[in-house]
């Protein structure tokens, strides 16, 4: 097994943020990414998720996107190819691709990062794993018997195979919208369905109402309570795929439905409505599995941290979770993320 300073598991915009600023601060990561090559989760997106329709790509820390590109292209190749060349300017190591199986407490107090690419001795990890690979799929009645097709929108590649069916899309944020926008005039039929009512947002959502929303989300993870969405907090804006979504009369909300039934689905008060297609538009989860042999959960079911520090493991920093799941909060938390690592080990060669 080699001893390391510092592991980075994940290479998605938290992931590369912090080997950024462990770079700057004079450590050499080793970063270990899942997939095949560059760009995290948008390597995975939907081909019909257009530069001119993402809501948000922030630069990665050090580097400044060339924005020239945006527009048609698919978000799947223009980000991926952007994450590509910032690896290489940064003459960063990554090594891919590299599955995460466990993250136990070893001996010398270091961690042990188990793989399938090796194992390493780390004296911090920084885990950035992301959401995408642990859609969410909640449980309805009625769901083994729907006779039609039930996909999460991770699995969504476009409306045309859609085409002449009638579909219910599932969830109130940026997703279930893309799908709509793109849906409407395609399908037979839409039926958006929430089980809040959607907040729409009329502001510009600029730089303190961001950091006012990234505060909410940390005052849960600091409890150790389960992290909500940014956009839970701070409702939907006026997207691109909003606006092409009410244009098209999509946006016309129902409540959740109470099951589904072989043919559709059923509200408690006996209402129905036929359907062959179900898109759960309904998030992820965070993607931590290979962090349960540490036992960090708290009773209230998250994982307590403190900015990134996790607080019943320090030498494990959070990225990507919580409020830095979200790009609003990545480049800052990869920032502080190398900042507690630096001195961690700061502190430990001054106890040596």
Do not use: C
């Not at 760009?39 to 997106?45: I, P």
């Not at 898109?279 to 708290?298: D, I, K, Y």
Request: proline content about 7%; hydrophobic content about 40%; aromatic content about 8%.
């Amino acid at each position: 097994m080699d001893e390391i300073d510092v592991v980075v598991i994940g290479a998605g915009q938290a992931g590369l943020s912090s080997a950024y600023f462990l770079r700057r601060f004079g450590l050499d990561p080793l970063v270990l990414d899942a997939a095949e090559g560059p760009g995290g989760a948008w390597r995975h997106r939907s081909p019909t998720l257009t530069m001119d329709k993402v809501h948000g790509v922030f630069d990665l820390p050090g580097s400044r996107r060339d924005q020239e590109a945006d527009g048609d292209p698919p978000a799947a190749a223009v980000v991926p190819a952007y994450y590509a060349s910032y690896e290489r300017d940064l003459g960063l190591e990554v090594l891919r691709p590299a599955v995460v199986s466990a993250v136990t407490r070893g001996p010398g107090q270091r961690l042990t990062v188990t793989s399938g690419a090796g194992e390493w001795a780390a004296r911090a990890v920084v885990n950035a794993t992301g959401t995408w690979t642990r859609p969410h799929w909640p449980y309805y009645p009625g769901a083994r018997d729907f006779r039609g097709r039930q996909l999460h929108y991770a699995a969504y590649r476009g409306p045309e195979e859609f085409r002449g069916r009638r579909v219910v899309v599932v969830g109130g944020g940026n997703s279930a919208a893309h799908v709509l926008s793109e849906l409407a005039g395609v399908a037979a039929g839409t039926l958006w369905v929430t089980r809040r009512p959607p907040v729409f947002r009329g502001d510009d959502f600029g730089e303190s109402a961001r950091r006012e929303a990234v505060a909410l989300v940390e005052q849960r993870v600091r409890a150790g309570l389960p992290p909500q969405s940014v956009v839970a907090v701070t409702g939907l804006g006026y997207t691109t795929v909003v606006r092409e979504a009410m244009e098209k009369g999509a946006l016309e909300r129902l409540p959740m439905f109470a099951r589904l039934t072989p043919g559709g689905v059923a509200w408690a008060d006996g209402t129905e409505a036929a359907a062959d297609t179900v898109v759960w538009a309904t998030g992820f989860r965070s993607a931590l599995s290979h962090l349960a042999p540490l036992h960090l959960r708290e009773p209230g079911g998250g994982i307590a941290v403190d900015g990134t520090r996790v607080l019943a493991e320090p030498r494990l920093q959070l990225v990507g979770y919580g409020p830095s799941a979200s790009t609003i909060g990545a480049n800052r938390a990869g920032r502080t993320a190398a900042r507690n690592v630096r001195r961690l080990l700061a502190t430990a060669a001054e106890a040596a």
